[in-house]
């Protein structure tokens, strides 16, 4: 990975972690804890690709199974988002654009499933079977809204940071304007799509002038 990308991942990585562990973790919800640290694996995985996801996944999870109040075994979570930053990295646009939300949210609630899942899983196999007991039901439901009401202020603002550091010309719109018809924030406003297809359209006034022009001056050419 780049410096820059690292750079990046490294500091998303340990505020979302922080935020986590010393602000979520202590709202005492019910059921499951909301991941913060899986949505921001997730924004950057849908900008980087399935091997960009696949680092900042075993990085972040690596980091969660070493920070207190870790009680699992080390490399646990690590296996988790890893698997899981892989997989969102495969469904990144190969335009850099998502038209519609119903995608990503759809990565949303995969991630959550499979992330809960997984880590029972993997849990069951070094023989802690604390979700037994938790209720695997209750901790995949309240997983899963808990994500889903995060991820459409976490993850659009995660992959607009990712796209400003790759100095992607999608997110070089300048202002909140330019933040609308960024690729992530079709998910919290309206419009992006008729925006993208006013500036298609400029695009092409602007190349039909110039053949007119062009145009023009070859025929005077041939009349002198």
Not at 150 to 166: G, I, Q, Y
């Amino acid at each position: 990975m780049r410096f820059n990308r690292m750079l990046l991942s490294t500091t998303l990585v340990v505020v979302a972690l922080v935020v986590q562990v010393s602000v979520l973790a202590r709202l005492h919800l019910p059921g499951a804890v909301p991941d913060l640290l899986l949505l921001t694996v997730l924004g950057l995985a849908l900008v980087y690709g399935h091997v960009g996801g696949c680092l900042v996944g075993f990085g972040a999870g690596l980091l969660a199974d070493l920070a207190p109040p870790a009680d699992h075994a080390a490399g646990r979570y690590a296996l988790v988002l890893c698997v899981i930053g892989y997989l969102a990295g495969l469904v990144k646009p190969e335009s850099g654009q998502l038209r519609t939300a119903t995608g990503p949210m759809a990565v949303v609630v995969g991630a959550a499933i499979g992330s809960t899942l997984l880590y029972a899983g993997v849990g069951a196999l070094v023989g802690d079977t604390a979700a037994r007991h938790v209720g695997l039901g209750g901790l995949l439901f309240s997983a899963t809204l808990y994500d889903l009401l995060l991820a459409p202020f976490v993850v659009p603002a995660v992959m607009w940071l990712a796209r400003r550091a790759e100095n992607d010309p999608l997110a070089e719109t300048g202002g909140a304007s330019g933040k609308a018809s960024d690729v992530a924030s079709g998910w919290l406003s309206a419009g992006t799509g008729l925006r993208i297809g006013s500036q298609r359209g400029g695009f092409r006034m602007k190349a039909s002038k110039a053949r007119v022009a062009r145009a023009g001056r070859i025929k005077g050419v041939k009349r002198l």
